[in-house]
Nanobody, 117 residues
């Protein structure tokens, strides 16, 4: 069973930055796609940013220009750099790994991000 563990969440003021990390228990080359998702109470989990095995990225419109997803192949880790944070970015952020297609095969436990003054 693959384990992916998120870290880096916390409380930050509006305009601040955080860097989330997702460490996988096996080579991230095993996954065709890795992504960061977020969820707030009463809402569906939504895609924030994704990166493919080949390095292609995509972002939700609400975070374009502020968030950057990247991967460290040597450390089997995917990062999400979040800048210019807004209160509406407050959510639990999850790392999702897909082996073969669009289905998320493995979810992390989530990390809370709170943007508040």
């Amino acid at each position: 069973q693959v384990q992916n563990v998120e870290s880096g969440g916390g409380l930050v003021q509006p305009g601040g930055s955080l860097r989330l990390s997702c460490a996988a228990s096996e080579s991230i080359f095993s996954f065709i796609r890795m992504g960061w998702y977020r969820q707030t109470p009463g809402k569906q989990r939504e895609l924030v940013a994704g990166i493919t095995r080949g390095g292609s990225t995509n972002y939700a419109d609400s975070v374009k220009g502020r968030f950057t997803i990247s991967r460290d192949n040597a450390k089997n880790t995917v990062h999400l750099q979040m800048n210019s944070l807004k209160p509406e970015d407050t959510a639990v952020y999850y790392c999702g790994l897909s082996r073969f297609g669009a289905t998320i095969d493995y979810w992390g436990q989530g990390t809370q991000v709170t943007v508040s003054s």
